[in-house]
């Protein structure tokens, strides 16, 4: 009888994106025709700053030095006592149900998807940053290097592919859940619902309707989109601190 011939290690790595595609693709919903609705919950308890997800979406979405779609901005605030802490406030774009950077776009370059999320044709695009100024969150840039604008995209085509948004997949303490919100099973859905009454989200009074929530935002920050982040107080090549280069 002849051997089973064995594998190479070739193949085998081949067919690992296949397995974990099939880990974070988002389950049948029986009896439910309607696409996903894209969200994003954070735990503003369990960020430590570490940037682990500004780094990894710059990588993944290849961006030019200095400019990024997500990052953690660190508040100084007290606590219940009187006491100095600090409070970490991951950004990025809330892809919202009323994204007021749609409407000012003269080319309509800026369009939402049936899933939720927002994106920029960048084939249409001409720089002419209104969606920029118009995004009441300041999680629009133009690109150094495409002269567009550029933003988060959910990572969409990781989760075309299956696959979580690269800031989700590295988050060292897991404060970021991304998923269906559409899906009463999946896991963004439920943890929204444990929290009810707990979530909150940024700039509720400009009613753009974001699909990004915080669980633990301290109250005093619902209003707060800038600050200083970590990542600008940290030494890197040709980027100045406040303590020099």
């Known amino acids: 009888m002849k051997d089973h011939p064995q594998p190479s290690r070739r193949s085998f790595l081949a067919a690992l994106p296949v397995v974990t595609a099939g880990l974070a693709a988002p389950t049948a919903r029986a009896g439910q025709d309607a696409p996903p609705h894209w969200g994003m919950l954070i735990d503003t308890r369990r960020c430590i700053g570490c940037q682990a997800c500004t780094i990894s979406c710059a990588m993944e979405n ?5 400019q990024f779609r997500t990052t953690v901005a660190t508040y100084a605030v007290r606590t219940g006592n009187g006491a100095a802490a600090v409070s970490m406030v991951p950004r990025t774009c809330n892809h919202c149900d009323e994204p007021p950077c749609i409407p000012v776009c003269p080319v309509g370059a ?27 969150y300041d999680a629009r840039f133009i690109n150094h290097e495409t002269g567009k604008a550029d933003k988060c995209t959910f990572c969409s085509h990781r989760v075309e592919a299956g696959l979580l948004p690269a800031c989700v997949e590295t988050c060292v303490g897991g404060a970021r859940i991304f998923g269906d919100l559409n899906d009463p099973a999946s896991e963004i859905s439920r943890r929204i619902k444990a929290a009810a009454g707990r979530t909150s989200v940024l700039k509720p009074e400009a009613a753009s309707k974001p699909n990004v929530f915080y669980i633990g935002l301290d109250r005093d920050l619902d209003g707060r989109v800038s600050g200083e982040s970590a990542l600008e107080m940290t030494w890197r090549p040709g980027h100045p601190t406040q303590h020099g280069a």
């Open 110 to 136: 800026t369009f939402k998807r049936a899933d939720g999320m927002v994106l920029v044709d960048g084939e249409r695009c001409v720089g002419c940053a209104y969606c920029v100024q118009a995004c009441p």
């Open 62 to 66: 290849a961006l030019p030095e200095g």
